[in-house]
């Protein structure tokens, strides 16, 4: 049983990341073992009523379609690479958005009566790796080069209920403002499926706001901000795959549209 439960937990450790700044948080507190691979594939739906322009909420809409591809990969059990790339549609503007790479470390371990308390460190870069248009607010992203740094602190019980928290900071070169993302999940993983519940919060230091002056505008300067919270349930349909959907909701921020998202795909363990 406690291999089954490792096997679920391994699936999810892949549904950390997503598209649009990395929701769930950058990494997971779950490791693949040694040698071992996991690979999934998704599509995601955001159906977004408003738009705050600056902090002012706004009526503008948009939906944006997404297919995604997640790998994560031990080199050691405490030594982690991971990589993802989406491609995303929003109104006629379609394409390969913004890959990205993290490696991520298990530095220490502690062992207690009720559970374990471990301790990781992650590094990470992404870029754009299709030159997709910039101006509007159907734009697939910012063009972004950024440098993440992550620190998590993960809790698990024997029973199997787990709770993390991570942050760090995102230097992202040229003109995209800086940020302080900060990520709490609570879950659980037993024998049958795996479900959590996460808040996710990012903040940009400085920027300007669409629709601000100085005009023509620079959309690489958006200052993005945002108050997220979401979850995800897994179950497996064999001793090597399974399934997830992932709801989420924008509740607030800073240029972001506000509105639910919802995710499901596939994973499997190569």
């Known amino acids: 049983m406690r291999k089954r439960i490792l096997k679920i937990c391994i699936f999810i450790s892949i549904l950390s990341c997503s598209y649009h700044g990395m929701a769930q948080g950058a990494i997971s507190g779950f490791y693949n073992k040694k040698g071992d691979a996991t690979l999934v ?3 995601g739906f955001e159906d977004s009523k408003n738009y705050f322009i600056g902090r002012e909420k ?6 944006l379609y997404s297919i995604s591809i997640f790998g994560i990969y031990g080199i050691n059990d405490r030594f982690n690479v991971q990589a993802s790339l989406p491609y995303l549609s929003s109104n006629q503007q379609n394409g390969l958005q913004d890959a990205q790479v993290f490696v991520k470390y298990k530095a220490t371990e502690t062992q207690y009566k009720t559970g374990t308390l471990a301790l990781s460190f992650a590094a990470g870069f992404s870029t754009n790796v299709s030159n997709y248009r910039l101006g509007g607010l159907n734009d697939l992203g910012q063009q972004a080069k950024i440098l993440d ?17 991570q942050s760090g900071f995102s230097f992202k070169f040229e003109e995209v403002p800086n940020s302080f993302p900060f990520t709490f999940k609570i879950g659980k993983a037993s024998a049958k499926s795996y479900f959590d519940f996460w808040y996710d919060f990012q903040h940009a230091f400085g920027g300007i706001d669409y629709r601000g002056t100085p005009r023509p505008q620079n959309f690489k300067e958006f200052g993005v901000s945002y108050h997220k919270i979401g979850g995800t349930y897994h179950f497996p349909i064999s001793n090597k795959a399974g399934i997830y959907i992932a709801p989420s909701y924008t509740i607030s921020g800073r240029n972001v549209f506000q509105g639910f ?3 499901l795909g596939l994973t499997y363990q190569l």
């Open 41 to 43: 594939l998704g599509a």
């Open 58 to 63: 706004s009526d503008l809409s948009r939906n």
């Open 149 to 165: 740094t992550r620190v998590l602190l993960h809790y698990q019980q024997q029973s199997g209920w787990f709770a993390n928290i």
């Open 261 to 263: 998202a919802y995710h």
